[in-house]
């Protein structure tokens, strides 16, 4: 199934328009296709953010291109002198406020918009105040003079709603005129009146800078026509695709290249490493929206298949991505069209923009659009398969991705602005609704403990499965950070939020075939902390619930999960739970560990939980999270760009890891899932640490277990069994017995690639 914008027709996907235009044809385009047909009245006054309902008109692309080039004879006498055009970036005073207007009329692609920020200046500080969008303004163009006028959507309240802008017309070459700005009330009484010179061509500048580790080939450019496309042949870079989009990217700084010091060019990054980098780099700018941002071209990713991420945390949202190497490097055409893309993704979530399949979770809701032939939209998620993509793929943003660029409220696009996703109304929890027919063939199911102490980490298992054995092919990266699963949780009070994870892993989709040899796949997933801070950080009751994006487009959504948080019944908990309260420690649990000094201060609460109450069956997360965080190398890249590299604690993970396993055996510690990969990573440490005897022991210890505590689940227990004789050939060789369920090596697809 397909989503498109309910109130638009279903025309087919924007077409590429290079087409210059001028605001003498957009007045005339408004009057003559959109007055009647599409415009949407205006809702001035509705919840003050962007909105896809006002998106009609649209930019000029798509049915208008049409229109426009083959319907619509604009009389001759109304095609004047050419002018110098109007749209771009103007900014004015008027008493202690300062005036950013975004003019949106002619050029390519125009919106047909106007939007402003404005900025209070008391003395020598200078704050942002606030915002506005005017949707659908009448544009009137004269040989003199361009007047557009419209009521808008305002992020403060405001009486004087009707806002008129007239830049007078001058030649092409002579210099910009100013553009007058009036705010007038519903009565015609006058506001304020501003007067804006012109600044730029660009609606937006953002600052960009970018570092590449050693080995890495970081992109340049790539002409489009190299592989048929849908738009016409052109070089883009980072800077010349984000110009097209009416957005000027500088490039700040100098491109650094981090030496790669002991870790080998094949450094595997994990996420708490590059939140590490991350939080040192922005560390060197001020923890505030700025239009700036950091691209890090890295290696390769943990998880294999993660060709890109971006990273939110408190305070400091959407300032960083990172791209990894391994998976669109190279000369050929193909791999630089990927780079492109890849480099082109990352910066758009950085803006806050998001996956066009989950579009539906933006606030406010835009439609899911699988179809989409945007930068945002995954390749592989095309109804028509990925040549269909590349074939009709014009290299830009989608139309409503590109008023979000140019003309939404300054925090919802701003780096370190409002947390992903996030505009400024709630949460529309109808994306969650019971559909009223599901022949999707799958079945997603959410379980976790049902009770949990409070600030106690939060961890729920995700199972997918099928209800037809005939064979229902899925995603296999179930697992939130991925974005194929979405989860919403109904706090005590009421209120809906989505679960957003810390970090957005763009990764290839990878799929298997669930059927009656292999009917479901498993993930656990902790959601305690993400974008938003803690999620259940209120003694009470919460409902969760998920919804599962399958590959033909079925959303499928889970049961309802209830469990209750309760508050601390004695001292010692009380102690604990303030102790596991903080930022740095939720970042700390998402990420399993850091080294971060960014995070030195969680991490000294964690190690006073272990000394002060180390037998406290609360304790098992501190435990879980150092010994993870021991067992890995750990590597940052510092202010002076080199690279950082602490080698594996081994004594340390031992010991620690030792303890989460003991704990849970015995029904007091983590989930299943996440005590298979802890006795996993205990058994690597050990053998490191040469203990191999040690690492044998480990290894069978997880068959046997898994094997009473699974078995009701066979399957499970199997699927368990077959990879831990896999690591057991890994760590000890050829020559090791393997041990567990007799059939154990007998085929069966492993649906968990990586750990
Ligand atoms: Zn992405």
């Known amino acids: 199934m397909r989503c498109h914008d309910p109130l638009l027709p279903a025309f087919g996907s924007a077409a590429i328009s290079e087409k210059e235009w001028t605001v003498d044809e957009i007045a005339q385009l408004t009057v003559v296709s959109f007055s009647d047909k599409n415009a949407t ?36 006498l109304l095609t004047p002198a050419p002018k110098r055009p109007a749209s771009g970036r103007y900014r004015g005073a008027s008493g202690n406020l300062q005036l950013e207007l975004r003019v949106d009329v002619d050029g390519r692609r125009p919106t047909r918009r106007v939007s402003g920020d404005l900025f209070r200046v008391a003395g020598g500080t200078t704050s942002y105040f606030g915002s506005f969008i005017i949707h659908t303004p009448t544009i009137t163009a004269t040989p003199t003079t361009v007047i557009i006028k419209g009521s808008g959507q305002f992020s403060f309240i405001t009486l004087h709603e009707t806002v008129t802008v007239t830049i007078p017309r001058v030649a092409p070459l002579a210099p910009p005129a100013a553009a007058q700005v009036i705010f007038t009330d519903n009565a015609g009484g006058t506001g304020a009146v501003y007067t804006c010179p012109f600044v730029s061509p660009f609606f937006r500048t953002v600052q960009y800078e970018q570092d590449s580790v050693q080995g890495t080939a970081p992109f340049i450019s790539y002409n489009t026509g190299q592989l048929s496309s849908g738009g016409p042949a052109r070089v883009l870079s980072v800077v010349s695709a984000y110009a097209e989009a009416g957005i000027e990217v500088q490039v700040a700084g100098v491109s650094n290249i981090i030496p790669t010091d002991g870790s080998g060019p094949d450094a595997k990054w994990s996420n708490a490493e590059l939140h590490a980098s991350m939080a040192q780099q922005f560390s060197l700018w001020r923890n505030d929206p700025q239009w700036k941002v950091w691209l890090l071209i890295a290696t390769r990713h943990e998880n294999a298949g993660v060709r890109g991420i971006m990273f939110d945390q408190e305070g400091r949202q959407r300032q960083g991505c990172a791209v ?106 109808q994306a969650f609704a019971e559909p009223l027919v599901d022949n999707s063939g799958l079945k997603l199911e959410l379980k976790a403990r049902k009770n949990f102490v409070q600030s106690e980490p939060v961890v729920v298992e995700l199972k997918l499965s099928t209800t037809d054995l005939r064979g229902k092919r899925v995603h296999t990266r179930i697992h939130p950070n991925f974005g194929f699963v979405q989860l919403a949780i109904q706090l005590p009070n009421g209120q809906t939020a989505p679960y957003r994870p810390l970090a957005e892993q763009c990764a290839e989709t990878e799929t298997s075939v669930l059927d009656a040899e292999n009917p479901a796949i498993y ?26 994006y399958a590959l033909d487009g079925s959303e499928v959504i889970s049961n309802t999960l209830m469990l209750r948080v309760r508050s601390p019944l004695d001292r010692t908990e009380e102690r604990i739970a303030d102790l596991y309260a903080g930022n740095d420690q939720g970042a700390l649990f998402f990420l399993l560990g850091s080294d971060s000094e960014y995070l030195a201060s969680g991490n000294k609460d964690l190690e006073t939980v272990v000394v002060e109450h180390g037998d406290h069956p609360l304790a098992v997360y501190a435990h879980l999270v150092q010994g993870i965080n021991a067992a890995r190398q750990f590597k940052t890249v510092t ?32 989930d299943n899932i996440t005590l298979d990969m ?48 896999e690591l057991k050939t890994e760590l000890l060789g050829d020559g090791a017995v393997a041990k567990g369920p007799a059939d154990a090596k007998k085929g069966g697809r492993s649906s968990r690639k990586s750990e």
Not at 639 to 668: M, T
Not at 692 to 703: F, H, Q, V
Request: net charge neutral; hydrophobic share 40%; proline share 5%.
């Open 41 to 76: 009245p205006s809702t001035a006054g509705s919840a003050p953010v962007e909105s896809w309902q006002n998106l009609s008109p649209s930019p000029v692309s798509g049915e208008a291109a049409r229109v426009a080039a083959y319907d619509v004879e604009v009389p001759a």
């Open 324 to 429: 990894f190497h391994d998976l669109i490097q190279g000369d050929t055409a193909l791999a630089q069209r990927a780079a492109l893309r890849t480099y082109i993704h990352e910066l758009g979530h950085c803006f806050n923009l998001l996956h066009s399949w989950q579009k539906s979770l933006a606030v406010p809701p835009q439609p899911n659009k699988l179809d989409a032939l945007s930068w945002m939209n995954y390749v592989q998620n095309f109804p028509d398969g990925e040549a269909a993509y590349w074939a009709a793929f014009p290299f830009q943003f989608e139309d409503s991705e590109l008023v979000h660029l140019r003309h939404a409220f300054r925090d919802n696009v701003i780096m370190g602005g409002n947390i992903f996703g996030v505009g400024a109304a709630e949460f529309d929890a």
């Open 523 to 548: 993930s656990s997933a902790y959601i305690g902390y993400g974008k938003k801070g803690f999620y259940f950080d209120q003694a009470g009751l919460y409902q969760l619930r998920a919804v599962y």
């Open 639 to 670: 202010d002076d760009k080199q690279l950082k590299l602490r080698k594996p604690q081994d004594k340390e993970a031992i010991e620690k890891l030792s303890e989460v396993v003991n704990a849970s055996k015995q029904g007091a510690g983590v």
């Open 678 to 725: 802890t006795m996993r990573r205990l058994a690597r440490a050990q053998h490191r640490y040469g203990d191999d005897s040690a690492a044998n022991a480990t290894i069978n210890d997880i068959t046997d277990f898994f094997g009473k505590q699974l078995s009701h689940r066979p399957l499970v227990a199997r699927k368990i069994a077959e990879r831990a004789n």
